[in-house]
């Protein structure tokens, strides 16, 4: 079975502090995601990657960054974190290579970050 | 652009009530991906199910079964003989053809009373 982990279940953090989201997926999967989940709006796409040390912006990165050194770890980065960033934070990842063709691979989740920043 | 639409919020029943869960989309593409997914109070989301859109068969697993409607770009799903186990939150997704972005639903939040 796919295995996404990621770091922390909770975290509580204040006002412009540098925030790190880690997420470890263990199937050598080309693909990781990371969606933001609020109540009424479903999962909202933040960023990609499709390999090492690529990434692509989703629907709303702002106020974000992300990192991936290594194939299965993708890390997202609340630069200087704000109250409007308090959320539920869920990784995900699948098996297919980007290529820009079909592509119908689920995605496999971890079990989410709830972050509190006060 | 792409959109999933879940219009009912939250649902109540009891057990071994049948219920079923609407999904209503919209897409340009012709070649596109359905999928359901749970998520239960662990908060993992778990996949259920993924449909091409060239294939219109409805399935069944087990208590689960799925009713795919292209010409009213629906996808909805329905538990039989509902468990307190079905409790979670029920979010259908669209993939389109090109790119890589799953577009979600608002949810819907299934609570299956003893």
């Known amino acids: 079975d796919v295995k996404v982990t990621q770091s922390s279940r909770y975290l509580v953090k204040r006002t412009g502090e540098k925030v790190f989201l880690e997420c470890v997926q263990d199937?050598?999967?080309?693909?990781m995601f990371w969606y933001r989940q609020d109540p009424g709006l479903g999962l909202r796409l933040i960023y990609f990657?499709?390999?090492?040390?690529?990434?692509e912006k989703g629907d709303i990165p702002e106020g974000y960054s992300v990192s991936r050194e290594k194939k299965e770890r993708f890390s997202l980065i609340l630069e200087s974190a704000s109250t409007n960033q308090t959320s539920m934070y869920l990784c995900?990842?699948?098996?297919?290579?980007?290529?820009?063709?079909?592509?119908?691979?689920?995605?496999?989740f971890g079990n989410g970050t709830r972050l509190t920043v006060t | 652009a792409q959109k999933v639409t879940q219009a009912q919020t939250e649902i109540s029943v009891v057990e071994k009530e049948d219920v079923t869960l609407d999904c209503v989309y919209e897409?340009?593409?012709?070649?596109?991906?359905l999928f359901w997914y749970k998520q239960p109070p662990s908060g993992e989301l778990v996949f259920l199910i993924r449909?091409?859109?060239?294939?219109?068969q409805n399935e069944i697993s087990g208590r689960y079964s799925w009713n795919f409607q292209k010409s009213t770009s629906s996808f909805n799903f329905t538990i039989t003989a509902s468990q307190v186990v079905d409790s979670a939150v029920y979010f259908c997704?669209?993939?389109?053809?090109?790119?890589?972005?799953?577009?979600f639903g608002p949810g819907t939040r299934l609570s299956v009373l003893p």
């Open positions: 199937m050598d999967h080309e693909n």
């Open positions: 990657s499709y390999d090492v040390k690529m990434k």
């Open positions: 897409t340009r593409d012709t070649t596109y991906y």
């Open positions: 995900a990842s699948s098996s297919l290579p980007w290529t820009g063709s079909s592509y119908n691979s689920p995605l496999h």
């Open positions: 997704a669209l993939k389109g053809n090109y790119g890589q972005n799953f577009v």
């Open positions: 449909r091409n859109s060239f294939d219109e």
